[in-house]
C-alpha cells in the first residue's frame, strides 16, 4: 500500500484527480471503477474543469460502479444513477453508453447481480477502481462480516451506514435498507485501486485499513493484500497512521 498524506479535502482530491486524469491519459479507453458519496465529489470537481481545458478526454472511457441502492428509481435524485450524472457524467464527454451501475431498479437480486458481474468480468474488470471507505471500513457497500465477499450481491445496509446516508434523505423511512454492490474478490480484480479519506471521522477506518489485521470484520483491510493499491488521504483521515 502506498499511502500519500494530503494537506486538506482539496489537496487529496486534487491528487486523486491526477492520479484518475493519468490514468485516462496513458490508456484513453480506460475502464474506471467509479465510486459515489461526499469524499470523490472534489476529485470529479477537479476531473471536469481539466477536460473543460482540454487536458482529459473521456471519450473512451467506460465506468462501472461499484453500487446502487435497491429501490430507487434511476432518476431518483438519491440513486447513484443519479448522482454520477449530476456529480460527473453529465460534465464530461464519456459516452453514456459505456457507464454501468448495478440495477437498483430490478429488484429481482439474483438476476441484478449476475447481470452486472458478468458485465464486469467480459469487461476484463477495471484498470482503476477509484474507493471510499465508511467509517466502519467497509468499501462499496461491503460491510463488516464474517467473510469476504465475491461477486455482485445485495446486502443489508448496516445501522451505522443508515444513519450516514440519512443526512441525504428527507424523512428516515425513504432512507434504503437494501443495495447492490460489488463483492470484495471483484474490487480486488482492479489493476490499481486507488482509495480517498477525508476528515477525522475516517481516522480509526483508515488505520484499520492500513495497519490492523485483514479481517472481513475492516472489509478495506484486504486492500493490504493489493499489489497497486494507493490511499490519497488528508491529515485529518491519516491522524492515527
Ligand atoms: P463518504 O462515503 O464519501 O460519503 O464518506 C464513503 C463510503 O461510505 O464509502
Redesign the pocket.
Known sequence: MKVIRCKDYEDMSRKAANIISAQVILKPDSKLGL?T???PIGAYQQLIKWYEKGDVDFAEVSAYNLDEYCGLSHDNVQSYHYFMRDNFFDHINIDLANTHIPNGENLDAEAACAEYDALVKEAGYVDLQLL???RNG??GFNEPDDVFSKGTHQVDLTESTIEANSRLFDRAEDVPRQAYTMGVQTIMHAKMILVAATGSDKAQAVHDMILGPVTPKVPASILQLHTNCVVVADEEALALV
Open positions: 465510486a458519496g461526499t469524499t471510499g471507505i465508511g467497509h468499501i
